[in-house]
């Protein structure tokens, strides 16, 4: 393996290559390249009658350093020289690996794929860090992610909200849940149909007569507590 400056009229795309960026994602390696210069080495080997067999190699063509008569074939970076030609650079930045044509198709079906994933709160954290300074829309056109991602990266990375103090938290509601006999059905109607219904109002300053739907509902609390034994 061999670091190299090779001209980008001496790299050929693999014919078998079938790695595909979308154009959102490739806009944006162009802007990255263009605005650092920077980018990750291209892989390549030299292109000459390549054995398909390992028990049979032919003899390697001699690597040239910098322009020259020798050809390379790109393994990976088919989209960095694409998008170096399209800015105008003469010649890219390359690593040289001298692979058969097995070897390459493996190279090929496994470089664009042996990646990790990233752990989204240490990519929030990364993301916050890097927006400090920045608006959400400029990180957008910097980062792979679309402005939306960006965003909940962001808020991904604030800090929890402080806990409820005791007392402002009201206990949970305690469902229950049991059958009725015939006459406690009965009971229990008789209370639901007296809901929304009140007592006669008494005048003179005479005491209200009880509404009858209080005297349902007594009388099934009642019912409840001694089935459960609590009176």
């Known amino acids: 393996m061999t670091l190299q400056w090779i001209p980008l009229e001496a790299l050929e795309a693999h014919p078998e290559n079938s790695n595909r960026m979308p154009a959102h ?4 390696l162009k802007a990255h390249i263009e605005r650092t210069g920077l980018y990750e080495p ?13 028990e049979h190699p032919e003899p390697r063509p001699r690597v040239a350093g910098t322009a020259g008569a020798a050809r390379y ?25 001298e692979v058969d044509d097995d070897e390459a198709r493996l190279l090929l079906a496994t470089l664009n ?24 829309g400029d990180l957008a056109r910097l980062l792979p992610e679309p402005p939306d991602a960006v965003e909940r990266l ?4 604030q800090p929890p909200p402080a806990p409820l103090a005791p007392e402002a938290i009201e ?18 109607s008789e209370a639901l149909r007296e809901v929304g219904r009140s007592g006669t109002a008494a005048g003179d300053g005479a005491a209200a007569p009880r509404p009858k739907r209080a005297d349902a509902l007594e009388r099934l609390a009642l019912w ?7 009176r």
């Not at 970076?77 to 010649?91: K, P, S, W, Y």
């Not at 794929?113 to 959400?136: C, I």
């Open 25 to 28: 994602l490739t806009e944006k």
């Open 113 to 136: 794929r042996l990646e990790g994933r990233d752990d989204p709160s240490a990519r929030a954290r990364l993301v916050a860090r890097l927006a400090e300074g920045r608006s959400a």
């Open 224 to 230: 409840y507590l001694e089935s459960r034994g609590l």
């Open 73 to 97: 074939q790109i393994l990976n970076g088919h989209h960095r020289a694409r998008v170096l030609r399209e800015l105008g650079h003469t010649r890219a930045r390359c690593d040289v690996w």
């Open 171 to 188: 206990p949970p509601a305690r469902p229950m849940t049991f059958f009725l006999a015939e006459e406690q059905h009965a009971l229990v």
């Open 154 to 157: 962001l808020r991904l990375a």
């Open 42 to 54: 291209l892989v390549v080997r030299p292109m000459a009658t390549h054995a398909s067999s390992r």
